[in-house]
């Protein structure tokens, strides 16, 4: 693997720990605050943050504002709005544990949608490392078994949304400024989020000062735009030119690993077996798809055969 691979991944994944560690004090807010409310004022934060660093320090990216990034931006930004709008709703019909199952299994989506939009074939081990995965998804999630119901529907919908806009990410992130793409996307995210807000929740909450000066709200509002928002989307489709879909989607699979290790440490939760062993096997599903091919080191046996040879 090369150091910009490398280091891609390794920014990845620290993103899934940030998204992963965030988890309980965005849950500890949302008991005030409604949830795409919550999501919408986070993204405007973010979006004032990556917006006014591009104003002063990155103006020259503005000079390649055209219509196709606008457009671009626009795309990644309604699929990933969309997922968390309908995660959000789905919740209100489901238990967390098989919202998170079943959102995980973009895992398995962003592969089968890179291959049929992007004409991108996974490798045998990244298959596997994928399956392995989505089974540790299943130990580490599935704490009950009940019929599916239209609250299991919309998360599933969540799933296809967060991995078209994976998917998505990696078709526009090397064609376009990193940082004005990245502007736009959280921008088109923080817009539809408010107008959802107004139009389906309570949103005067948020002009309460009991609410929104609470320490609960604010502490989560500056983690989350700053760290969960702002960097990690920045980070996000920066460094998806380096890698494929398919590894991100396996990347950001620890999320709920990181979400499960945060919450035992802060939250005092207690991890069952199969939580554990569920962890074990995202981990090694991820490690699995990073391992050369048979192919690769055939080639390069033969390679060194051919070289030995002359």
């Known amino acids: 693997m090369t150091n910009s691979k490398l280091f891609a991944d390794l920014s990845l994944l620290l993103v899934a720990l940030v998204w992963g560690a965030t988890f309980v004090i965005v849950q500890n807010a949302i008991d005030l605050l409604p949830p795409i409310t919550f999501n919408g004022i986070r993204f405007l934060i973010a979006t004032m943050i990556l917006g006014g660093w591009l104003l002063l320090f990155e103006r020259k990216q503005l000079a390649l504002a055209n219509r196709k990034i606008f457009l671009s931006g626009f795309i990644i930004g309604v699929w990933l709005f969309f997922g968390y709008a309908t995660q959000t709703i789905g919740l209100l019909y489901t238990s967390s544990s098989k919202a998170g199952f079943i959102t995980g299994l973009s895992v398995i ?3 089968l949608l890179s291959l049929l939009l992007l004409k991108l074939r996974p490798t045998k081990n990244a298959i596997i490392g994928v399956l392995v995965a989505t089974v540790g998804l299943y130990l580490l999630t599935m704490t009950d078994i009940s019929a599916l119901n239209q609250g299991d529907a919309l998360v599933f919908l969540c799933a296809i949304a967060f991995a078209l806009q994976i998917v998505f990410t990696g078709k526009y992130s090397s064609q376009f400024p990193t940082l004005f793409l990245t502007v736009i996307q959280i921008g088109t995210v ?3 989020s408010l107008i959802y807000s107004f139009l389906f929740e309570d949103w005067t909450l948020a002009f309460q000062p ?3 000066l609470n320490s609960s709200v604010i502490i989560a509002l500056l983690i989350t735009s700053v760290f969960a928002t702002a960097l990690a989307f920045f980070a996000q489709t920066n460094f998806q030119k380096f890698t494929t879909p ?6 950001f699979a620890t999320e709920p690993v990181f979400a499960a290790i945060t919450g035992f440490i802060w939250a005092h939760d207690r991890l069952s077996a199969s939580a554990i062993m569920g962890c074990v096997l995202i981990l090694a599903g991820m490690i699995f798809a990073e391992l050369p091919s048979a192919s690769i080191f055939y080639k390069q046996k033969k ?5 030995l040879g002359t």
């Open 303 to 307: 390679k060194q055969e051919n070289t």
């Open 109 to 111: 989506l962003v592969p």
């Open 190 to 192: 923080a817009v539809l």
């Open 246 to 251: 398919t590894r991100v989607a396996l990347i």
């Open 210 to 212: 009991a609410i929104i």
